[in-house]
């Protein structure tokens, strides 16, 4: 039973960078894909960022490429998520979420299977 717990969310002002981190347990860390997720209030869950556990691809959405940074450390299965430039559309609740899926780089809600509690992401304008 794989679980995942996110910290380091909280309340920043444009221009200010928080990092957010994922602790997983449960599982074999290096097997899953991991990701980032947020939902805005208004809109869907969309992809944020993500690192596979093998090759160590990466893939970002267009709206945070250049300014949010993915990594993990398989020794202590925890996934990062560095966010620097943040912008007041960057509020959203963000949620850790791990996937077994490899047949191609997961960035749909549907191929995750495990999720986080979320934590909140205010930024102030």
């Known amino acids: 039973q794989v679980q995942l717990v996110e910290s380091g969310g909280g309340l920043v002002q444009a221009g200010g960078s928080l990092r957010l981190s994922c602790a997983a347990s449960g599982g074999t860390f290096r097997r899953f894909t991991m990701a980032w997720f947020r939902r805005a209030p208004g809109k869907d869950r969309d992809f944020v960022a993500g690192?596979?556990?093998?090759?160590?691809?990466?893939r970002y959405a267009d709206s945070v490429a250049g300014r949010f940074t993915i990594s993990r450390d398989n020794a202590k299965n925890t996934v990062d998520l560095q966010m620097n430039n943040l912008k007041p559309e960057d509020t959203a609740n963000y949620y850790c979420?791990?996937?077994?899926?490899?047949?191609?780089?997961?960035?749909?809600?549907?191929?995750?299977?495990?999720w986080g509690q979320g934590t909140q992401v205010t930024v102030s304008s």
């Open positions: 690192m596979d556990g093998n090759v160590n691809d990466t």
């Open positions: 979420a791990a996937t077994l899926y490899w047949l191609s780089f997961p960035t749909e809600e549907g191929l995750y299977n495990h």
